[in-house]
Every structure is written in structure tokens, then in C-alpha cells.
């Protein structure tokens, strides 16, 4: 079955910092990943995405995030936090094609980010 | 700028009271979906629709239904909502010609129920 953990329910940084926000998948075939991250009352936005290639992708607002096949990980990172970047994060996984009701995505279960100042 | 709009963003209805929140969108995108989320829990699937095809997700309640009029707009409908249907209410559209696009969210509709 596929799945998507995000082991940490909070993560708690200083403002300057790097920060990383964990992901691992479980997915048949090559995996589509994505991050998106949601402001309070706010609807989720998407962040980036690895589809194939380079397996640093580079998203909005300065994050980015690291494919690792090896490991079934996609960790989310910025080499600076902002106090701005407080939020919630989430993880989501689709099949590639062929793979069934690809459509749809999994989601793990979030990740709240404080970043104090 | 082409966007995802959903109204109204926060609705009060009383128990058993049906209700309708709405969602349209100028991507011209395909695929709309509607997803419940509570208390900053991952989104929950409810249904999508593929063009004009309906696709149910397995365990989405019978007291939900959905309408898709035309491209832009798409509609939830709660026959008699209950208590535990008090949840954020988020609409997402994707564009389906190949399947590594994201999708893209509203802002969504907090439910409250009385």
C-alpha cells in the first residue's frame, strides 16, 4: 500500500537557522512528491514537487528538498529560517502512471514548524 | 490572476440544516476535487471529478454529494449535516494532461455547525 510518514509533529527552530521537515514514502514504482505548506485559515499552496532528475529541487520562498531513492525520503529544507515560515507542512505522494488510481495523491499527516525569533 | 475561489469561507448551519459550498476556478483546469480537513489533519479525500466523470472515494459519507455544473465551478453539497461534519472545507483543481501537476487549492470553507 502506499503511504507517506512524516515522523515529527512539530519542529521547532530559531529564526536564521536551517531547518529540515522529514519525509519518508512508500510507493510502487517512481514516486511523484510534493510539499505544500498551510498558513492558518488558509488553504494549502504548493510548494515544489520532484517528478525525475536533479534530486535537489528548488521551491518557493527559498526551500527546497532532497530526493533520496535509497532512503524513500524527500526532506524538506531551507538554509535559513524566517519567522514568517511558521506553518504547517505536509508531504504527499502519487504513483507514476500505470500505478493504479494515480490521480489521487497521499498525504502524511503534517507537520507544524515554529520558528522563533 | 487565475486562481481558485471558494464561498463563503465560513458558514454556520444548524444540525440536520442542509447546506451547499461552492468552488470555482479560472485555471481551466479538469479535475476538481473537494476534501474535508480537521484541526490541522492532513485533507481527507472526498471525491473528485475527472471532467464530468464522478469518482467517490469508498469511505466518503452518503450525506455528501457533489455537483460540477460546467469547467469553473464545482459544488458540495451536505444533505443533513451532523456534528462531526464541523470541519475546513478545501476545493483543489489540477490540470490532468499528465499526472506530475500539483494541484491547486482555495482557501477554503470553515463549517460550523449549531
Known amino acids: 500500500a502506499q503511504s507517506v510518514a512524516q515522523p515529527e509533529d512539530q519542529v521547532n527552530v530559531a529564526e536564521g537557522n536551517p531547518l529540515t521537515v522529514k519525509c519518508t514514502y512508500s510507493v510502487s514504482g517512481n514516486p511523484y512528491l510534493f510539499w505544500y505548506v498551510q498558513y492558518p485559515n488558509r488553504g494549502l499552496q504548493f510548494l515544489l514537487k520532484y517528478i525525475t532528475g536533479d534530486n535537489l529541487v528548488k521551491g518557493s520562498y527559498g526551500f527546497e528538498a532532497e530526493f533520496n531513492k535509497s532512503q524513500t525520503s524527500f526532506h524538506l529544507k531551507k538554509p535559513s529560517a524566517l519567522v514568517s515560515d511558521s506553518a504547517l507542512y505536509f508531504c504527499?505522494?502519487?504513483?507514476?502512471?500505470?500505478?493504479?488510481?494515480?490521480?489521487?495523491?497521499?498525504w502524511g499527516l503534517g507537520t507544524s514548524l515554529a520558528v522563533n525569533p | 490572476d487565475a486562481m481558485v475561489i471558494q464561498n463563503p469561507r465560513y458558514q454556520v448551519t444548524q444540525f440536520g440544516k442542509p447546506v451547499t459550498l461552492s468552488c470555482s476556478q479560472t485555471l481551466n483546469h479538469n479535475v476538481m476535487y473537494w476534501y474535508q480537513q480537521k484541526s490541522s489533519q492532513a485533507p481527507k479525500l472526498l471525491f473528485h471529478?475527472?471532467?464530468?466523470?464522478?469518482?467517490n472515494e469508498a469511505d466518503t459519507p452518503d450525506n455528501f454529494q457533489s455537483r460540477r455544473p460546467n469547467t469553473s465551478f464545482c459544488f458540495l453539497d451536505i444533505r443533513s449535516p451532523g456534528l462531526g461534519d464541523a470541519a475546513m472545507y478545501l476545493c483543489a483543481t489540477s490540470r490532468e494532461s499528465d499526472s506530475n501537476q500539483p494541484q491547486h487549492f482555495g482557501d477554503g470553507t470553515r463549517l460550523s455547525i449549531l
Open positions: 471529478y475527472y471532467d464530468k466523470d464522478f469518482n
Open positions: 504527499a505522494v502519487r504513483g507514476a502512471p500505470n500505478a493504479g488510481n494515480n490521480r489521487k495523491l497521499i
